[in-house]
Protein backbone atom coordinates (compact mmCIF):
# COMPACT_ATOMS: atom_id res chain seq x y z
CA UNK A 1 0.00 0.00 0.00
CA UNK A 2 1.41 3.63 -0.67
CA UNK A 3 2.64 5.33 2.08
CA UNK A 4 -0.46 7.42 3.60
CA UNK A 5 0.51 11.52 3.53
CA UNK A 6 -0.95 13.00 6.82
CA UNK A 7 -2.44 15.79 6.75
CA UNK A 8 0.61 17.88 8.77
CA UNK A 9 2.96 16.28 6.02
CA UNK A 10 1.32 18.03 3.28
CA UNK A 11 0.84 20.86 4.83
CA UNK A 12 4.89 21.02 5.72
CA UNK A 13 5.24 19.82 2.11
CA UNK A 14 3.35 23.05 0.20
CA UNK A 15 4.72 26.01 2.66
CA UNK A 16 5.63 26.91 -0.83
CA UNK A 17 1.76 27.65 -1.59
CA UNK A 18 1.84 29.78 0.93
CA UNK A 19 3.37 33.21 0.16
CA UNK A 20 3.72 34.19 4.53
CA UNK A 21 5.63 33.01 6.99
CA UNK A 22 7.24 29.59 7.48
CA UNK A 23 4.52 28.05 10.16
CA UNK A 24 1.39 30.10 10.26
CA UNK A 25 -0.40 28.02 7.71
CA UNK A 26 0.33 25.00 9.48
CA UNK A 27 -0.27 26.31 13.00
CA UNK A 28 -3.52 27.62 11.68
CA UNK A 29 -4.40 24.37 10.28
CA UNK A 30 -3.47 22.05 13.41
CA UNK A 31 -5.84 24.41 15.69
CA UNK A 32 -8.83 23.61 13.24
CA UNK A 33 -7.55 19.85 12.75
CA UNK A 34 -7.47 19.74 16.90
CA UNK A 35 -10.75 21.18 16.85
CA UNK A 36 -12.33 19.06 14.42
CA UNK A 37 -11.10 16.01 16.42
CA UNK A 38 -12.68 16.60 19.69
CA UNK A 39 -16.06 18.18 17.30
CA UNK A 40 -15.72 14.13 15.95
CA UNK A 41 -15.48 12.42 19.02
CA UNK A 42 -18.93 14.44 19.98
CA UNK A 43 -20.94 13.88 17.27
CA UNK A 44 -19.75 9.64 17.27
CA UNK A 45 -20.69 9.53 20.30
CA UNK A 46 -24.14 11.97 20.84
CA UNK A 47 -26.88 9.63 21.19
CA UNK A 48 -24.59 8.14 24.55
CA UNK A 49 -23.99 11.29 25.97
CA UNK A 50 -27.43 13.07 26.94
CA UNK A 51 -25.83 16.42 27.07
CA UNK A 52 -24.68 16.92 23.76
CA UNK A 53 -28.11 16.88 21.85
CA UNK A 54 -30.92 18.91 21.62
CA UNK A 55 -31.51 22.22 21.77
CA UNK A 56 -29.12 24.75 24.01
CA UNK A 57 -32.43 26.72 24.68
CA UNK A 58 -31.26 30.28 23.69
CA UNK A 59 -30.90 31.77 20.24
CA UNK A 60 -28.33 33.18 17.54
CA UNK A 61 -28.21 36.82 16.37
CA UNK A 62 -30.18 34.85 13.44
CA UNK A 63 -33.39 34.52 15.45
CA UNK A 64 -32.41 30.75 15.23
CA UNK A 65 -32.25 28.50 18.47
CA UNK A 66 -28.96 27.29 18.93
CA UNK A 67 -27.91 23.60 19.40
CA UNK A 68 -26.16 22.31 22.19
CA UNK A 69 -23.83 20.87 19.74
CA UNK A 70 -23.28 24.68 17.71
CA UNK A 71 -22.49 26.03 20.77
CA UNK A 72 -19.80 23.29 21.94
CA UNK A 73 -18.33 23.49 18.58
CA UNK A 74 -18.18 26.85 18.39
CA UNK A 75 -16.12 26.53 22.05
CA UNK A 76 -13.92 24.65 20.69
CA UNK A 77 -12.75 26.18 17.72
CA UNK A 78 -12.58 29.43 19.35
CA UNK A 79 -10.20 28.02 22.07
CA UNK A 80 -8.26 26.02 20.02
CA UNK A 81 -8.13 29.25 17.20
CA UNK A 82 -6.85 31.18 20.56
CA UNK A 83 -4.25 28.50 21.60
CA UNK A 84 -2.49 29.12 18.72
CA UNK A 85 -1.77 32.71 18.21
CA UNK A 86 -1.91 33.22 14.72
CA UNK A 87 -5.31 34.48 14.53
CA UNK A 88 -6.28 37.93 16.01
CA UNK A 89 -10.00 37.74 15.33
CA UNK A 90 -12.93 35.33 14.60
CA UNK A 91 -15.99 36.19 13.12
CA UNK A 92 -18.61 33.27 13.64
CA UNK A 93 -22.50 32.39 13.11
CA UNK A 94 -23.07 31.84 16.71
CA UNK A 95 -21.73 34.76 17.77
CA UNK A 96 -23.67 38.32 17.22
CA UNK A 97 -20.34 40.32 17.17
CA UNK A 98 -16.58 39.53 15.88
CA UNK A 99 -14.49 38.21 18.79
CA UNK A 100 -11.59 40.45 18.72
CA UNK A 101 -8.51 39.16 21.16
CA UNK A 102 -7.49 42.17 22.73
CA UNK A 103 -4.68 40.66 25.56
CA UNK A 104 -1.70 39.31 24.60
CA UNK A 105 0.15 37.65 22.37
CA UNK A 106 -3.08 36.63 19.96
CA UNK A 107 -3.33 40.61 19.71
CA UNK A 108 -0.05 40.10 17.41
CA UNK A 109 -2.23 37.36 15.27
CA UNK A 110 -1.86 38.50 11.52
CA UNK A 111 -5.23 36.01 10.49
CA UNK A 112 -8.70 36.08 11.12
CA UNK A 113 -11.05 33.65 10.90
CA UNK A 114 -14.85 33.17 9.62
CA UNK A 115 -17.02 30.21 10.84
CA UNK A 116 -19.40 28.05 11.14
CA UNK A 117 -18.83 25.63 13.77
CA UNK A 118 -21.77 23.52 13.00
CA UNK A 119 -23.51 23.23 9.99
CA UNK A 120 -26.28 21.27 8.97
CA UNK A 121 -27.98 22.38 12.51
CA UNK A 122 -31.49 20.41 11.82
CA UNK A 123 -29.71 17.22 11.45
CA UNK A 124 -27.82 16.79 14.29
CA UNK A 125 -30.52 14.68 16.32
CA UNK A 126 -31.18 12.46 13.73
CA UNK A 127 -27.80 11.31 12.88
CA UNK A 128 -27.28 12.41 9.38
CA UNK A 129 -23.98 14.46 7.93
CA UNK A 130 -23.65 17.33 9.30
CA UNK A 131 -19.97 20.04 9.48
CA UNK A 132 -18.06 22.84 10.23
CA UNK A 133 -17.60 25.73 7.79
CA UNK A 134 -14.15 27.75 7.83
CA UNK A 135 -12.55 30.82 6.09
CA UNK A 136 -8.74 32.47 6.72
CA UNK A 137 -8.00 36.15 5.95
CA UNK A 138 -4.90 38.36 6.28
CA UNK A 139 -5.93 41.08 8.54
CA UNK A 140 -6.11 44.55 7.22
CA UNK A 141 -5.22 45.77 10.52
CA UNK A 142 -1.60 46.56 11.71
CA UNK A 143 -0.39 43.36 14.31
CA UNK A 144 -0.62 44.06 17.89
CA UNK A 145 -3.59 45.98 17.22
CA UNK A 146 -7.01 45.08 18.34
CA UNK A 147 -9.03 43.61 15.06
CA UNK A 148 -11.78 45.49 13.74
CA UNK A 149 -14.43 45.23 11.53
CA UNK A 150 -13.07 45.90 8.54
CA UNK A 151 -10.60 43.03 8.89
CA UNK A 152 -13.82 40.78 8.84
CA UNK A 153 -15.60 42.36 6.04
CA UNK A 154 -13.17 41.28 3.22
CA UNK A 155 -14.67 39.91 -0.17
CA UNK A 156 -13.67 36.14 -0.78
CA UNK A 157 -10.89 37.31 -3.26
CA UNK A 158 -8.79 38.39 -0.74
CA UNK A 159 -9.38 34.80 1.12
CA UNK A 160 -5.89 33.43 2.12
CA UNK A 161 -7.48 29.43 2.18
CA UNK A 162 -10.94 27.96 3.20
CA UNK A 163 -12.59 24.74 4.13
CA UNK A 164 -15.39 22.39 5.73
CA UNK A 165 -15.31 19.60 7.66
CA UNK A 166 -17.65 16.95 6.95
CA UNK A 167 -18.86 14.55 10.18
CA UNK A 168 -20.43 11.66 8.37
CA UNK A 169 -19.85 8.32 7.62
CA UNK A 170 -16.31 8.88 7.76
CA UNK A 171 -15.13 12.04 8.70
CA UNK A 172 -12.80 14.55 6.13
CA UNK A 173 -11.07 17.33 5.88
CA UNK A 174 -11.39 19.55 2.92
CA UNK A 175 -9.36 22.62 2.11
CA UNK A 176 -7.69 24.77 -0.56
CA UNK A 177 -4.91 27.66 0.19
CA UNK A 178 -5.63 28.69 -3.90
CA UNK A 179 -3.57 25.62 -5.38
CA UNK A 180 -6.16 23.49 -5.56
CA UNK A 181 -8.05 21.10 -3.15
CA UNK A 182 -7.27 18.24 -1.80
CA UNK A 183 -9.31 15.93 0.98
CA UNK A 184 -8.18 14.46 3.90
CA UNK A 185 -9.94 11.08 5.89
CA UNK A 186 -9.25 11.24 9.64
CA UNK A 187 -8.16 7.35 10.37
CA UNK A 188 -9.89 7.46 13.79
CA UNK A 189 -7.57 4.18 14.61
CA UNK A 190 -4.70 6.52 14.43
CA UNK A 191 -6.41 9.62 14.82
CA UNK A 192 -4.88 11.25 11.81
CA UNK A 193 -5.98 12.72 8.57
CA UNK A 194 -4.54 11.19 6.01
CA UNK A 195 -4.46 12.20 2.45
CA UNK A 196 -7.29 10.57 0.73
CA UNK A 197 -9.04 12.67 -2.23
CA UNK A 198 -5.92 14.31 -3.71
CA UNK A 199 -6.68 17.58 -6.15
CA UNK A 200 -10.29 17.35 -6.28
CA UNK A 201 -12.04 18.46 -8.96
CA UNK A 202 -15.62 18.77 -9.91
CA UNK A 203 -17.48 17.39 -12.77
CA UNK A 204 -18.38 20.02 -15.38
CA UNK A 205 -21.85 18.44 -15.90
CA UNK A 206 -24.15 16.56 -13.35
CA UNK A 207 -27.29 14.57 -12.57
CA UNK A 208 -28.33 15.65 -9.54
CA UNK A 209 -29.92 19.35 -8.54
CA UNK A 210 -30.74 20.00 -4.95
CA UNK A 211 -33.09 22.38 -3.31
CA UNK A 212 -35.40 22.29 -0.64
CA UNK A 213 -38.71 22.39 -2.56
CA UNK A 214 -40.85 23.01 0.08
CA UNK A 215 -40.06 26.40 -0.83
CA UNK A 216 -41.14 26.07 -4.77
CA UNK A 217 -44.31 28.36 -4.37
CA UNK A 218 -41.52 31.30 -3.03
CA UNK A 219 -38.87 31.64 -6.03
CA UNK A 220 -38.29 33.37 -8.08
CA UNK A 221 -39.32 33.13 -11.55
CA UNK A 222 -36.10 31.60 -13.00
CA UNK A 223 -35.36 28.88 -10.20
CA UNK A 224 -38.79 27.23 -10.85
CA UNK A 225 -38.39 27.03 -14.66
CA UNK A 226 -34.72 25.73 -13.92
CA UNK A 227 -36.32 22.67 -11.77
CA UNK A 228 -38.84 22.39 -14.67
CA UNK A 229 -35.72 21.47 -17.04
CA UNK A 230 -34.33 19.38 -14.48
CA UNK A 231 -37.26 17.49 -14.15
CA UNK A 232 -38.09 17.08 -17.99
CA UNK A 233 -37.43 13.72 -20.02
CA UNK A 234 -34.55 13.98 -22.72
CA UNK A 235 -32.26 11.32 -23.01
CA UNK A 236 -29.90 13.38 -24.66
CA UNK A 237 -29.15 15.11 -21.87
CA UNK A 238 -29.67 11.78 -19.15
CA UNK A 239 -32.61 14.26 -17.91
CA UNK A 240 -34.61 13.80 -15.46
CA UNK A 241 -32.18 14.38 -13.00
CA UNK A 242 -31.75 13.17 -10.01
CA UNK A 243 -33.38 15.16 -6.76
CA UNK A 244 -31.16 15.02 -3.66
CA UNK A 245 -31.44 17.42 -0.32
CA UNK A 246 -29.66 16.04 2.99
CA UNK A 247 -30.56 19.53 4.67
CA UNK A 248 -26.90 20.11 5.53
CA UNK A 249 -25.06 22.63 3.22
CA UNK A 250 -21.99 20.90 3.79
CA UNK A 251 -23.22 17.35 2.65
CA UNK A 252 -25.04 18.60 -0.28
CA UNK A 253 -22.07 20.94 -1.69
CA UNK A 254 -19.48 17.69 -0.78
CA UNK A 255 -21.93 15.29 -2.66
CA UNK A 256 -21.69 17.55 -5.72
CA UNK A 257 -18.25 18.25 -5.39
CA UNK A 258 -17.50 14.44 -6.05
CA UNK A 259 -20.83 13.28 -7.88
CA UNK A 260 -21.14 16.58 -9.91
CA UNK A 261 -24.45 18.33 -9.94
CA UNK A 262 -25.72 22.15 -8.33
CA UNK A 263 -27.14 23.15 -4.72
CA UNK A 264 -29.56 26.01 -5.09
CA UNK A 265 -30.79 28.27 -1.84
CA UNK A 266 -32.56 30.89 -3.73
CA UNK A 267 -34.00 34.22 -2.57
CA UNK A 268 -37.63 33.02 -1.42
CA UNK A 269 -40.61 35.27 -0.03
CA UNK A 270 -39.76 34.29 3.88
CA UNK A 271 -35.42 35.17 3.30
CA UNK A 272 -35.66 37.65 0.40
CA UNK A 273 -31.94 37.56 0.63
CA UNK A 274 -31.57 33.76 0.60
CA UNK A 275 -31.16 31.70 4.40
CA UNK A 276 -27.39 31.33 3.81
CA UNK A 277 -24.62 33.61 4.92
CA UNK A 278 -22.15 35.08 3.09
CA UNK A 279 -19.29 35.35 4.93
CA UNK A 280 -19.01 31.56 7.11
CA UNK A 281 -21.13 30.04 4.39
CA UNK A 282 -21.03 30.92 0.87
CA UNK A 283 -17.81 32.56 0.35
CA UNK A 284 -15.66 29.50 2.10
CA UNK A 285 -17.50 27.09 -0.25
CA UNK A 286 -17.83 29.24 -3.48
CA UNK A 287 -13.66 29.62 -2.90
CA UNK A 288 -13.68 25.33 -2.37
CA UNK A 289 -16.01 24.86 -5.35
CA UNK A 290 -13.87 27.54 -7.59
CA UNK A 291 -10.69 25.80 -7.10
CA UNK A 292 -12.20 22.58 -7.64
CA UNK A 293 -13.22 23.77 -11.12
CA UNK A 294 -16.87 24.98 -10.62
CA UNK A 295 -18.74 27.82 -10.42
CA UNK A 296 -20.49 30.08 -7.27
CA UNK A 297 -23.25 32.98 -7.73
CA UNK A 298 -25.92 34.64 -6.18
CA UNK A 299 -27.65 33.30 -9.23
CA UNK A 300 -26.15 36.79 -11.11
CA UNK A 301 -22.87 37.70 -9.15
CA UNK A 302 -19.92 35.73 -8.46
CA UNK A 303 -19.75 35.13 -4.80
CA UNK A 304 -16.09 35.86 -4.82
CA UNK A 305 -16.48 39.46 -6.01
CA UNK A 306 -19.57 41.03 -3.58
CA UNK A 307 -18.37 42.61 -1.20
CA UNK A 308 -19.57 42.36 2.18
CA UNK A 309 -21.14 44.73 4.25
CA UNK A 310 -22.69 42.87 7.22
CA UNK A 311 -20.69 40.07 9.50
CA UNK A 312 -23.67 38.03 8.94
CA UNK A 313 -25.67 39.20 5.66
CA UNK A 314 -27.24 36.65 3.30
CA UNK A 315 -27.18 36.20 -0.16
CA UNK A 316 -28.99 33.68 -2.62
CA UNK A 317 -26.34 30.74 -3.87
CA UNK A 318 -26.04 28.57 -6.64
CA UNK A 319 -23.41 26.63 -6.10
CA UNK A 320 -21.53 23.19 -8.47
CA UNK A 321 -20.96 22.16 -11.66
CA UNK A 322 -20.01 24.65 -14.05
CA UNK A 323 -21.90 23.94 -16.99
CA UNK A 324 -24.82 23.60 -14.73
CA UNK A 325 -24.93 26.40 -12.64
CA UNK A 326 -24.49 28.49 -15.63
CA UNK A 327 -27.70 27.11 -17.09
CA UNK A 328 -29.23 27.97 -13.96
CA UNK A 329 -28.10 31.80 -13.88
CA UNK A 330 -29.60 32.15 -17.89
CA UNK A 331 -32.93 31.16 -16.67
CA UNK A 332 -32.41 33.54 -13.86
CA UNK A 333 -31.52 36.13 -16.09
CA UNK A 334 -34.27 35.49 -18.37
CA UNK A 335 -36.92 35.63 -16.12
CA UNK A 336 -35.50 37.78 -13.68
CA UNK A 337 -38.24 40.79 -13.94
CA UNK A 338 -40.69 38.10 -12.14
CA UNK A 339 -40.24 38.81 -8.53
CA UNK A 340 -40.44 36.35 -5.56
CA UNK A 341 -43.95 35.73 -4.56
CA UNK A 342 -44.50 36.12 -0.92
O1 LIG B 1 -34.16 23.73 6.11
P1 LIG B 1 -33.76 24.59 4.96
O2 LIG B 1 -34.52 25.91 4.90
O3 LIG B 1 -33.80 23.88 3.67
O4 LIG B 1 -32.24 25.01 5.23
C1 LIG B 1 -31.23 24.04 5.22
C2 LIG B 1 -29.95 24.79 5.16
O5 LIG B 1 -29.77 25.54 6.34
C3 LIG B 1 -28.54 25.16 6.99
O6 LIG B 1 -28.81 24.23 7.99
C4 LIG B 1 -27.98 26.45 7.58
O7 LIG B 1 -26.81 26.22 8.26
P2 LIG B 1 -26.70 26.08 9.87
O8 LIG B 1 -27.18 24.74 10.21
O9 LIG B 1 -25.25 26.28 10.07
O10 LIG B 1 -27.52 27.18 10.47
C5 LIG B 1 -27.70 24.54 5.89
O11 LIG B 1 -26.76 23.63 6.34
C6 LIG B 1 -28.74 23.84 5.05
O12 LIG B 1 -28.36 23.67 3.72
MG1 LIG C 1 -24.51 26.57 8.12
MG1 LIG D 1 -24.18 26.58 11.76
Not at 91 to 105: L, R, V, W
Not at 185 to 193: E, M, R
Request: glycine letters at 10%; a negative charge; hydrophobic letters at 35%.
Amino acid sequence: MDKLTTLGEFIVERQSDFPFAKGELSRLLSAIRLAAKVVNREVNKAGLVDDILGSAGQENIQGETQQKLDVYANVQMINALRAQHEVCGIGSEENDDFIAFDKGESMWGKYIVMMDPLDGSSNIDVNVSIGTIFSIYRRKTKPGTVAQLEDFLQPGLDLVAAGYIIYGSSTMLVFSTGHGVNGFTLDTSIGVFCLSHPNMRIPEDGKIYSINEGNYKQFPEGVKRYIKYCQEEDEATQRPYTSRYIGSLVADVHRNMIKGGIYIYPATGINPNGKLRLMYENIPLAFIVEQAGGVASDGKNRILEITPEELHQRTPLFIGSKNMVEQAEAYMAEHSEVAVRK
